[in-house]
Nanobody
Framework: VQLVESGGGLVQPGGSLRLSCAASGFTFSSLRMSWYRQAPGKERELVADISPGGNRNYADSVKGRFTISRDNAKNTVYLQMNRLKPADPALYYC?????????WGQGTQLTFSS
């Protein structure tokens, strides 16, 4: 099982960025996929998740600004982030659970440029 996030980087406040998480080693299309984030000194928090059928949930802090999507043909889940705010810079992780086991990617960093 492997989750590989990409797309993080430097961005200005108010800007946009799209994160990707490429999955392998499991039946991606049958599982709910999630994005979490963790900022320095803060707990890891759920940002958004998407069911196999495409139902989405978002943290209140990102509703209307972030969009989670998935491409089952590419085994990839995305997080489109728009109108980025000061609370958004963090390490963003891809995540899923299967049979009671949790699987995390290594994370991709979002940082604001000065």
């Amino acid at each position: 099982v492997q989750l590989v996030e990409s797309g993080g980087g430097l961005v200005q406040p108010g800007g946009s960025l799209r994160l990707s998480c490429a999955a392998s080693g499991f039946t991606f299309s049958s599982l709910r996929m999630s994005w979490y984030r963790q900022a320095p000194g803060k707990e890891r928090e759920l940002v958004a998740d998407i069911s196999p059928g495409g139902n989405r949930n978002y943290a209140d802090s990102v509703k209307g600004r972030f969009t989670i999507s998935r491409d089952n043909a590419k085994n990839t889940v995305y997080l489109q982030m728009n109108r980025l705010k000061p609370a958004d810079p963090a390490l963003y992780y891809c995540y899923f659970t299967r049979a009671g086991n949790a699987f995390w990617g290594q994370g991709t960093q979002l940082t604001f440029s000065s």
